[in-house]
């Protein structure tokens, strides 16, 4: 890869002196070539690739490990990704199967991602399925196809793996002195929970630090949850009784496990995975644009995302879709998604909420680094 540049510099510094030796397109082009492939080169057998197909996105990762002196273990470094909403799962909760529209946007998206696997020598990968495909009875018609005409195998994962993966990709934002996290991904087609107790004595990096002690998963995301209720345009009318709903759902978790209690008398940590709580910390911090960089890991109260709620509410529909951090593909959803989360903010009564833009990717890719994959 060096060698590559240094020839590109060289040639470039030439002409800038006035030697006039340019080079030509096809030069550029080879150079170009050379430096891809010492890079694919330099990263063979270290490379890690993750898909996760949702009932709203379609998403894939590919990484490499980066040991961190000052921690001793490993974490990612992102080499390459894509996110595109395809809303695979759009009216399952209707008819019970995929739509062709649903499916052709998927098989566009998964195309690009083919594209990009293609650039690199991948060590290890895993295409996952959750919620979309779980309800649909051609589901797995529609994954041989993809498997056909892509070479993509996509393997449908319960409920259960996918609340273990969305954790395991953000449990590396758990704080010191944590001694039970409550984490949750509101996705599509389902919300996912975990409640977990943190075994100290255990290293940072075990799997065996994070002791499992229950989890939930709601059948609604912040796709079907709209459908049931008319649809994007009812969402605000009809915004308590989702939050009723929801919150009904999570009862029985709170009374179990007496969360709520704990979280007054211990150092209990929230944690989300979910895009709707990403937006939310956009719009609070006003951002020009979303950026990944300023959100994943930040520590906000829930007043802060509780307010940046009350601010979409305010919008109309327009200026939602015109917001930089919302955008057109997401606005539909964003309402359904905010009432989720006040059911949840109501349902556990802390007052601050760890951010991840990660979930599902990062743990697979987590788990495959590991050789562990949870079941």
Do not use: W
């Given at each position: 890869m060096k060698c590559a540049w240094g020839l590109?510099?060289?040639?470039?510094?030439?002409?800038?002196?006035?030697?006039?030796?340019?080079?030509?397109?096809?030069?550029?082009?080879?150079?170009?070539?050379?430096?891809?492939?010492?890079?694919?080169?330099?990263?063979?057998?270290?490379?890690?690739?993750?898909?996760?197909?949702?009932?709203?996105?379609?998403r894939l990762l590919i990484a490499k490990p980066s040991f961190q002196q000052h921690t001793q273990h490993k974490t990612l470094?992102?080499?390459?990704?894509?996110?595109?909403?395809?809303?695979?799962?759009?009216?399952?909760?209707?008819?019970?199967?995929?739509?062709?529209?649903?499916?052709?946007?998927?098989?566009?998206?998964?195309?690009?991602?083919?594209?990009?696997?293609?650039?690199?020598?991948?060590?290890?990968?895993?295409?996952?399925?959750?919620?979309?495909?779980r309800r649909a009875s051609n589901a797995e018609h529609f994954l041989v196809r993809v498997k056909d005409e892509l070479g993509l195998s996509i393997?449908?994962?319960?409920?259960?793996?996918?609340?273990?993966?969305?954790?395991?990709?953000?449990?590396?934002?758990?704080?010191?002195?944590?001694?039970?996290?409550l984490a949750f991904d509101i996705g599509g087609g389902s919300t996912e929970f975990m409640w977990v107790k943190i075994d100290p004595e255990q290293p940072l990096n075990s799997h065996k630090r994070h002791l499992i002690q229950d989890w939930v998963s709601l059948p609604y995301g912040v796709m079907n949850m709209s459908e049931q209720f008319g649809g994007p345009a009812f969402t605000e009318m009809y915004f308590e009784e989702i939050v009723a709903k929801i919150s009904s759902l999570l009862t029985p978790m709170e009374r179990d496990n007496q969360i709520a209690a704990r979280m007054w008398?211990?150092?209990?940590?929230?944690?989300?995975?979910?895009?709707?709580?990403?937006?939310?910390?956009?719009?609070?911090?006003?951002?020009?644009?979303?950026?990944?960089?300023?959100?994943?890991?930040?520590?906000?109260?829930i007043s802060d995302i509780r307010g940046a709620t009350q601010t979409l509410m305010r919008m109309s529909p327009a200026a939602?879709?015109?917001?930089?951090?919302?955008?057109?593909?997401?606005?539909d959803f964003i309402l359904s998604g905010c009432a989720i989360f006040e059911a949840i903010a109501r349902t556990f009564p802390i007052d601050k909420i760890t951010i991840a833009d990660r979930g599902v990717r990062e743990g697979i890719i987590v788990s495959l680094m590991r050789e562990v994959i949870p079941i």
């Open positions: 590109y510099i060289a040639a470039n510094c030439r002409y800038s002196m006035g030697m006039k030796q340019e080079l030509s397109a096809e030069d550029i082009e080879a150079l170009q070539q050379r430096i891809a492939e010492e890079n694919r080169a330099e990263s063979a057998g270290e490379l890690y690739a993750a898909l996760d197909l949702g009932t709203n996105n379609c470094k992102v080499v390459d990704s894509y996110s595109r909403i395809v809303r695979l799962g759009e009216g399952v909760s209707d008819t019970g199967r995929l739509s062709e529209e649903a499916m052709r946007r998927t098989m566009r998206a998964l195309a690009t991602c083919k594209q990009k696997l293609d650039r690199y020598n991948i060590a290890k990968l895993r295409f996952v399925a959750t919620e979309a495909c393997d449908i994962i319960s409920n259960e793996e996918e609340a273990r993966l969305a954790f395991l990709g953000c449990s590396s934002l758990l704080m010191k002195d944590t001694s039970h996290a008398k211990e150092d209990v940590q929230m944690l989300s995975t979910s895009g709707t709580v990403t937006t939310l910390a956009a719009i609070h911090l006003d951002l020009p644009h979303y950026d990944r960089s300023k959100i994943d890991g930040i520590k906000l109260s939602r879709a015109a917001h930089p951090c919302i955008g057109s593909s997401r606005t």
